[in-house]
């Protein structure tokens, strides 16, 4: 047991001026008090630092880490570095947490557990134009299928906001975030958290607030380095799902679905963010994507609900290039 706070809220922050004031100010308004909160400021340009330190002024528990931008991964281990508590969480900057957040997390798992990972829920809050609507999402480890198994895996082991770990475990096994990665960051640390056999409890608290909105991101883009990303998502995935489950053939099923959820990502991409590329080009794109090792799907995808996803599935399935070139051509042409 740690001498020191309960949880080491780990903030990498970048460019957020927008946002950083009600992320900080949903910590302050915990129920339970034994937390400290890790600003690491990697190289913010805007009023980003300047909003922090009023809010350092106002609380000890608060404390900024200036470093020279290096992205995600290595702001995380930056902080990490200067926690304390008994459980890590990092916390996105442009998020916000329900004030029990926290204690429900904690008081949802028995004491006598001791896990070293506590995977809750979350809420995503979709900011669209002026519209604004909130979806509830919970873990369902109760696995009946391979669709089951592929969401959970996607929706709730593939993040690192919706986890507490605990600290000892990830400096005991040196587990830190591979420097300069990025996408798959948090699925490839978990797929290195795995190898340690570690004690996961599932919580259905729901009170980490997740921001989707139409702000440009790194996924909003196309480049040639997301086959490969890709490639190396469906690799940790395989180590992940095997960890979670023992059956083969199902986790292949499980995979199957990933891997058609990210050619559809990928082509979606392509057409998407890349206007200036010629047409013929596009489908020699996807001709690759489609003979990529860890991409290519031998079986047809079970489990797909839409009329619009079946017939997708059954052309990547069958790789039917030009098809698929056609499909999504149309589509960006509406």
């Given at each position: 047991m740690s001498n020191g706070p309960l949880i080491s809220i780990v903030?990498?922050?970048?460019?957020?001026?927008?946002?950083?004031?009600?992320?900080?100010e949903s910590i302050l308004s915990q129920s339970i008090s034994e937390w400290e909160l890790i600003i690491v400021n990697d190289g913010s340009k805007d009023s980003s630092l300047d909003i922090a330190k009023r809010y350092v002024s106002k609380d000890c528990r608060i404390r900024i880490l200036n470093k020279?931008?290096?992205?995600?991964?290595?702001?995380?281990?930056?902080?990490?570095?200067?926690?304390?508590?008994?459980?890590?969480?990092?916390?996105?900057?442009?998020?916000?947490?329900?004030?029990?957040?926290?204690?429900?997390?904690?008081?949802?798992?028995?004491?006598?557990?001791?896990?070293?990972?506590?995977?809750?829920?979350?809420?995503?809050?979709t900011f669209d134009n002026k519209k604004h609507w909130s979806t509830e999402r919970r873990p369902n480890t109760d696995i009946q299928d391979p669709k089951e198994l592929s969401n959970l895996l996607s929706g709730f082991l593939n993040f690192a906001w919706n986890k507490l770990f605990k600290r000892e475990f990830l400096i005991e096994h040196k587990l830190t975030y591979e420097k300069g990665l990025k996408l798959i960051e948090d699925c490839e640390f978990m797929s290195r958290v795995v190898d340690y056999n570690p004690k996961i409890k599932y919580s259905q608290a729901i009170g980490y607030h997740y921001r989707n909105d139409n702000r440009p991101t790194l996924s909003k883009f196309f480049d040639n380095s997301l086959i490969e990303l890709s490639e190396r998502r469906i690799k940790s995935s395989r180590k992940i799902l095997s960890f979670i489950h023992t059956q083969k053939s199902f986790i292949e099923q499980s995979l199957n679905i990933v891997r058609i959820n990210t050619i559809r990502f990928l082509i979606h991409s392509l057409f998407a963010f890349t206007h200036n590329i010629p047409i013929w080009k596009k489908y020699e794109t996807i001709k690759r994507i489609l003979g990529t090792t860890e991409l290519k799907i031998t079986k047809q995808v079970n489990g797909l609900t839409s009329v619009s996803d079946r017939i997708t599935s059954l052309l990547i399935t069958h790789r039917a290039t030009l098809l698929l070139t056609i499909l999504y051509f149309a589509k960006e042409r509406k």
């Open positions: 903030m990498p922050m970048y460019n957020v001026e927008t946002f950083i004031g009600q992320a900080i020279q931008n290096g992205g995600l991964s290595d702001a995380r281990n930056y902080g990490l570095e200067a926690t304390e508590g008994q459980y890590v969480h990092f916390f996105d900057s442009d998020d916000w947490v329900s004030s029990d957040f926290y204690e429900q997390m904690l008081d949802s798992i028995p004491p006598q557990s001791d896990p070293d990972i506590i995977i809750g829920g979350y809420v995503v809050e």
